[in-house]
């Protein structure tokens, strides 16, 4: 492709980088209060979970708003497939987040689980490292620090994928006479492993438009 990527990073406006950093930041602040709302094991954990519907709304703006600028612009330099690509897997990470956190609401859930909470820090790790790679491309100066980003949320998955494994065969072989236990901590399991998921996703989506584009 004749038009470098990192034009395409460095229009006048810089709409769309604007967008993906913010979009980046409330990633980065929804994993961060939903890891603390794991922390508490009393009804302050429904209080902190209670700021992800906002922030939820936020980043469905953002996305909304990227959406808008490529409604405007029918000639681009950068692939139309590939940023609504990263926009949507960008919005998905929140969107699970946000998800199992309202699960959690439903179910009332307070008690402390040191499985859910070695996975919620590992995902917080990957959402941060996807902020580093998104802010990274701005300027497209530092390719390998964005590799290094996107190879660190593929270990942080590997790891909550150990973890998930580790989880639920302590559940079944600890509530085998308990099987309303057994569904709902399978479900939020399975919800955050469906997040680290998610974010190797939007690591993948960047590591091939870096590899389209560089």
């Known amino acids: 492709m004749a038009i470098s990527f990192l034009k395409f990073f460095q229009p006048k406006d810089k709409v769309f980088q604007n967008l993906f950093e913010r979009g980046a930041d409330v990633s980065v602040k929804i994993s961060e209060v939903f890891l603390e709302a794991m922390k508490h094991t009393d009804d302050k954990r429904f209080e902190t979970l209670i700021q992800t519907g906002a922030l939820e709304h936020q980043a469905d ?16 330099p950068f692939d139309r497939e590939d940023i609504h690509a990263l926009a949507a897997a960008m919005d998905d990470v929140v969107d699970c987040i946000d998800e199992v956190g309202n699960k959690m609401k439903n179910y009332e859930f307070t008690e402390f689980n040191e ?3 070695k996975m919620a820090e590992l995902n917080n790790e990957s959402v941060k490292e996807l902020k580093i790679a998104i ?5 497209m100066k530092n390719l390998q620090k964005v590799n290094d980003a996107c190879i660190k949320v593929h270990g942080y998955e590997s790891k909550v ?4 494994n580790q989880a639920m065969g302590d559940l079944i072989r600890n509530n085998k006479d308990n099987a309303v236990k057994i569904i709902v901590m399978k479900d939020l399991f399975e919800e955050l492993e469906i997040i680290s998921d998610k974010c190797q996703d939007v690591s993948n989506v960047i590591e091939s438009i870096v590899i389209k584009y560089s």
């Open 161 to 164: 994928d150990l973890i998930y």
């Open 61 to 76: 703006d953002v996305v909304h708003n990227i959406f808008i600028e490529l409604s405007k612009n029918f000639i681009t």
């Open 135 to 139: 802010y990274e491309l701005r300027n």
């Open 115 to 117: 499985y859910i909470l």
